[in-house]
Nanobody, 120 residues
Framework: QVQLVESGGGLVQAGGSLRLSCAPS????????MGWYRQAPGKQRELVAS???????NYADSVKGRFTISGDNARNTVHLQMNSLKPEDTALYYC??????????????WGQGTLVTVSS
């Protein structure tokens, strides 16, 4: 079973930067898209940024101009560069990979989450 390993979370002051990384623990596989989601206490999980296997990116309005997603399809790795961090960016960040299966249906796998805390 595919497992994702995330890294890069931590504590940073407002205005600072962090870089999150995500990679599968086993062998690589074909993907449809990769993305980062986050969930703050008391809130629903939301999409932060995503990138398709063709390089099309999508960002939440709240992070546009501050965050940059990048991915390596061959290695199934995805990164999230977060600049100009704000206290409202504090959340548990989850990596997500969507991939095709032999049944014709798409499957998703999630990372365990990495905590990002931005102090004011």
């Amino acid at each position: 079973q595919v497992q994702l390993v995330e890294s890069g979370g931590g504590l940073v002051q407002a205005g600072g930067s962090l870089r999150l990384s995500c990679a599968p623990s086993g062998s690589t596989f074909s993907i449809n898209s990769m993305g980062w989601y986050r969930q703050a206490p008391g809130k629903q999980r939301e999409l932060v940024a995503s990138i398709t296997n063709r390089g099309r990116v999508n960002y939440a309005d709240s992070v546009k101009g501050r965050f940059t997603i990048s991915g390596d399809n061959a290695r199934n790795t995805v990164h999230l560069q977060m600049n100009s961090l704000k206290p409202e960016d504090t959340a548990l960040y989850y990596c997500n990979i969507n991939y095709p299966t032999t049944t014709g249906r798409n499957q998703e796998v999630w990372g365990q989450g990495t905590l990002v805390t931005v102090s004011s």
